[in-house]
Structures are given as structure tokens and as C-alpha cells.
């Protein structure tokens, strides 16, 4: 307590302690644990990346602060990426905005877009940071729960829907959507253009795992745009460099929309960091322009490394959801005879030498996640074989 009576954290935090990966990562450190918890890749992006970042800092680009809005290469660069994969079409001056990460571009655009009292539509199990971000902004946070059916998760369009009021700014959308791994198809996204359209809503939309797809395809919603008049104007995409090169501690993110939107977002971001990771800014800027081959080649290697966890889990006894896209898998831990993952995942290390995460965090309605654990499969498939293996334990159990 504070000399005035009052706890040192505001309101608008104080649920939000010390998140589960600190806590879990931590476990994994003092029982030297496989660590499947926290998404970080045990291997570095490309080595061509690399050495763009080391010569920037050589030839003195980026060492001191760049442009507000990032420099214009990757800015230049971010907008190609846009048009190449999707046929989108942005400005780079004013249509594109550089952010430290996408945790940052979240950030700011919720403290850019929402007034206090508005409502968050966010589909739940979410990030963690979705819930911190809405509370920084004031905002009141609505979750659409996403729930299995059959192999994946699925949106359901009624629930959407009925969540939306005269208080709700905006639907704060993640495909392919960590944790479950679901990547939401044409249908799902028309239905949320539309609706956005309908009832004047705006629609931030978190694709960092675009290029980590292995079943069906990646589409932004912004390429809705053409079908519904009005919709560009209410979409703002985030993306970053972390998941696509495997440099998750570069912390370069970016933000594409119309300008008025992008402008909010660069109104808030410009007091939170400033600008960020000069020389990383224009590595980032060489890797977008990496050949098809590299994205189709890390499909590949996640995609192995995503059917050799999910068969060693099966193994194990646990009931798995196919993750089309991201690099994690969820799965039920009930057919173990079990249904709290919190306790799951506090004794998996000493049980198996084997650290995962709980959903239930990603929850509000925290009993929708119970009995959902999410393991990380972005590490190298000896790592992933040798977890497997350890898993195998659980399938043993008296
Ligand atoms: C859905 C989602 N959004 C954003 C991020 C953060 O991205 P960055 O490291 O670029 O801030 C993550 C990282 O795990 C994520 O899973």
C-alpha cells in the first residue's frame, strides 16, 4: 500500500499481475523443462537478415532515431508485401506506420481508437496483451468465445452479432488466431465486413502469423474491401517481422490502413515509443522482399514440426485440434482423467520434464478453457521429437 491507502497499480490494471509465461518460462529454467510455453522459435531468422541488420549498424543507418512513421524503406517495403501477397494497396507515406512490434501497434491503436466506456468485441480464448491494451485505452473489454468443432475452433456469426451494441467501437479480430490455431476462412470474414459496415464499426485485425499457415490460406480481411463499400476506411491490419523471420526480439511491427485511421493510431504511438530499432528497421525491410521459396519453406518446416507435437500429444492420450495456421496446438486434457490445466501445467515439468501453458488465461469466461492446454511446436524437431517422447509418460499413468 501507497502512504495515501492506495495500492501502487491502477484499476484499470490490476488484474493483470505477472503473466503465466514469466511464471511458466521460469518453471522451465529450474527444472531445465522443455520449454513449449512461451512462442519463441529456438533458431534465428536467415542468416542473409542478419547480416543486413550488421551492416546497418556498421554504415550508420538507424543508430540514431529514425523518421516517427519508420524509415522509408520498410515502409516502402511493407506496402509491396501488401500488394505481393494479397493484391492490397497502400501509401506508403501515409497508409503505412511502423510500431515495436505488433504488441505496440495493438497498443496504440486501442489507446488511439477507443474512448473510455466504449466496447471491444475480441474473440476469446485471446493474446494477453488484447485485454491489457483495452484496459490501458478504458475501454470494456466483450469476448465472442471460439469453440471446437470437430478438428477446430469455430466462430460462430450469432454470437458475433448479438455481442454488438450502440457502445461498441470495434472488433478487434486475430487470424490465424493464437491460441487455438484457427484461420478464419472467406465466410467468417465476410460476415465480420459486413456487420462492421452495417453497424459503423472499426475492425483492428492482428495477423502476425499470416505467413504460418499449413491447412487453406491466409486471407486479410482488408481484401474484403472491394465487396463492401466503406470498409477500408474501417480496417486497420497489424503485422511484424518477429514470427515470419524468426527474429521475435527485433520488435519490429507494422500497421496498414486508410490514413485517417493509421494517423490515430501514429498519434498515440508517437508518445508511447517514439520510434524503435533503427537498424532493424531496415534488415526487416530486405527480409520482406525474401523470395516465395523462404515463406513457402517455413510452412514446411512448422507444418512438420506442428504433426510431429500433435502426434506425440495423441500418443500421450490427450485430445488435439488441428492448428491450420500459427505455432500452437491446443489440446483437451480430459481424456487423461483431468480437468484442471492450471494444475496440469504446474506439474508437467516434474511429471514429464515438459512446460506448456494453460488457455484458461486467455479466457474471461474461464471456464470455456479449463481443460485446454497450448503447447509451442516452433522449435527444432529434435526438440519437439524428444517432447514427445517425455509426453509419452502421461500415457503410461496408473
Ligand atoms: C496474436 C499475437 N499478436 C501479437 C504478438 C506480439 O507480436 P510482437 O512480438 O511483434 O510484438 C503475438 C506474440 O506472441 C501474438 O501471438
Given at each position: 500500500?501507497?502512504?495515501?491507502?492506495?495500492?501502487?497499480?491502477?484499476?484499470?490494471?490490476?488484474?493483470?499481475?505477472?503473466?503465466?509465461?514469466?511464471?511458466?518460462?521460469?518453471?522451465?529454467?529450474?527444472?531445465?523443462?522443455?520449454?513449449?510455453?512461451?512462442?519463441?522459435?529456438?533458431?534465428?531468422?536467415?542468416?542473409?537478415?542478419?547480416?543486413?541488420?550488421?551492416?546497418?549498424?556498421?554504415?550508420?543507418?538507424?543508430?540514431?532515431?529514425?523518421?516517427?512513421?519508420?524509415?522509408?524503406?520498410?515502409?516502402?517495403?511493407?506496402?509491396?508485401?501488401?500488394?505481393?501477397?494479397?493484391?492490397?494497396?497502400?501509401?506508403?507515406?501515409?497508409?503505412?506506420?511502423?510500431?515495436?512490434?505488433?504488441?505496440?501497434?495493438?497498443?496504440?491503436?486501442?489507446?488511439?481508437?477507443?474512448?473510455?466506456?466504449?466496447?471491444?468485441?475480441?474473440?476469446?480464448?485471446?493474446y494477453d496483451s488484447y485485454a491489457a491494451g483495452i484496459?490501458?485505452?478504458?475501454?470494456?473489454?466483450?469476448?465472442?468465445?471460439?469453440?471446437?468443432?470437430?478438428?477446430?475452433?469455430?466462430?460462430?456469426?450469432?454470437?458475433?452479432?448479438?455481442?454488438?451494441?450502440?457502445?461498441?467501437?470495434?472488433?478487434l479480430l486475430n487470424t490465424p488466431h493464437n491460441p487455438?490455431?484457427?484461420?478464419?476462412?472467406?465466410?467468417?470474414?465476410?460476415?465480420?465486413?459486413?456487420?462492421?459496415?452495417?453497424?459503423?464499426?472499426?475492425?483492428?485485425?492482428?495477423?502476425?502469423?499470416?505467413?504460418?499457415?499449413?491447412?487453406?490460406?491466409?486471407?486479410?480481411?482488408?481484401?474484403?474491401?472491394?465487396?463492401?463499400?466503406?470498409?477500408?476506411?474501417?480496417?486497420?491490419?497489424?503485422?511484424?517481422?518477429?514470427?515470419?523471420?524468426?527474429?521475435?526480439?527485433?520488435?519490429?511491427?507494422?500497421?496498414?490502413?486508410?490514413?485517417?485511421?493509421?494517423?490515430?493510431?501514429?498519434?498515440?504511438?508517437?508518445?508511447?515509443?517514439?520510434?524503435?530499432?533503427?537498424?532493424?528497421?531496415?534488415?526487416?525491410?530486405?527480409?520482406?522482399?525474401?523470395?516465395?521459396?523462404?515463406?513457402?519453406?517455413?510452412?514446411?518446416?512448422?507444418?512438420?514440426?506442428?504433426?510431429?507435437?500433435?502426434?506425440?500429444?495423441?500418443?500421450?492420450?490427450?485430445?488435439?485440434?488441428?492448428?491450420?495456421?500459427?505455432?500452437?496446438?491446443?489440446?483437451?486434457?480430459?481424456?487423461?482423467?483431468?480437468?484442471?490445466?492450471?494444475?496440469?501445467?504446474?506439474?508437467?515439468?516434474?511429471?514429464?520434464?515438459?512446460?506448456?501453458?494453460?488457455?484458461?488465461?486467455?479466457?474471461?469466461?474461464?471456464?470455456?478453457?479449463?481443460?485446454?492446454?497450448?503447447?509451442?511446436?516452433?522449435?527444432?524437431?529434435?526438440?519437439?521429437?524428444?517432447?514427445?517422447?517425455?509426453?509419452?509418460?502421461?500415457?503410461?499413468?496408473?
Amino acid at each position: 500500500m501507497s502512504r495515501m491507502g492506495r495500492p501502487p497499480l491502477n484499476r484499470r490494471l490490476a488484474e493483470f499481475g505477472t503473466t503465466i509465461f514469466a511464471e511458466m518460462s521460469a518453471l522451465a529454467t529450474s527444472t531445465g523443462a522443455i520449454n513449449l510455453g512461451q512462442g519463441f522459435p529456438d533458431t534465428d531468422g536467415p542468416e542473409e537478415v542478419r547480416e543486413a541488420a550488421v551492416r546497418a549498424l556498421r554504415d550508420g543507418r538507424g543508430n540514431q532515431y529514425p523518421p516517427g512513421p519508420g524509415v522509408p524503406e520498410l515502409r516502402r517495403a511493407v506496402a509491396e508485401h501488401q500488394r505481393r501477397f494479397y493484391g492490397l494497396s497502400y501509401d506508403p507515406d501515409t497508409e503505412v506506420l511502423v510500431t515495436a512490434g505488433a504488441t505496440e501497434a495493438l497498443a496504440a491503436s486501442l489507446l488511439g481508437l477507443v474512448e473510455p466506456g466504449d466496447e471491444v468485441i475480441a474473440l476469446e480464448p485471446y493474446y494477453d496483451s488484447y485485454a491489457a491494451g483495452i484496459a490501458m485505452a478504458g475501454g470494456t473489454r466483450v469476448p465472442v468465445t471460439l469453440r471446437p468443432d470437430g478438428e477446430r475452433y469455430r466462430l460462430d456469426p450469432d454470437e458475433l452479432r448479438a455481442a454488438v451494441t450502440d457502445r461498441t467501437r470495434l472488433i478487434l479480430l486475430n487470424t490465424p488466431h493464437n491460441p487455438t490455431g484457427t484461420v478464419l476462412d472467406r465466410d467468417e470474414l465476410a460476415m465480420i465486413a459486413e456487420l462492421a459496415c452495417e453497424r459503423d464499426l472499426l475492425v483492428v485485425t492482428d495477423e502476425v502469423y499470416e505467413h504460418l499457415v499449413y491447412d487453406g490460406e491466409h486471407v486479410p480481411l482488408a481484401t474484403f474491401a472491394d465487396r463492401f463499400p466503406g470498409l477500408r476506411e474501417r480496417v486497420l491490419t497489424i503485422s511484424s517481422a518477429g514470427k515470419t523471420y524468426n527474429f521475435t526480439g527485433w520488435k519490429v511491427g507494422w500497421v496498414t490502413g486508410a490514413p485517417e485511421l493509421v494517423s490515430a493510431v501514429r498519434t498515440a504511438k508517437q508518445y508511447l515509443t517514439f520510434v524503435s530499432a533503427g537498424p532493424f528497421q531496415y534488415a526487416v525491410a530486405e527480409a520482406l522482399a525474401l523470395p516465395d521459396r523462404y515463406y513457402t519453406e517455413l510452412a514446411d518446416r512448422l507444418r512438420a514440426t506442428r504433426d510431429l507435437l500433435s502426434e506425440g500429444l495423441r500418443e500421450a492420450g490427450l485430445t488435439v485440434y488441428r492448428p491450420a495456421g500459427t505455432y500452437f496446438v491446443t489440446a483437451d486434457i480430459r481424456p487423461l482423467g483431468e480437468s484442471d490445466g492450471f494444475a496440469f501445467c504446474r506439474e508437467l515439468p516434474d511429471r514429464c520434464g515438459v512446460v506448456a501453458i494453460p488457455n484458461a488465461v486467455f479466457y474471461d469466461h474461464r471456464e470455456e478453457g479449463a481443460h485446454f492446454v497450448r503447447f509451442a511446436f516452433c522449435k527444432r524437431p529434435e526438440v519437439i521429437r524428444e517432447a514427445g517422447a517425455r509426453l509419452a509418460r502421461l500415457a503410461n499413468r496408473p
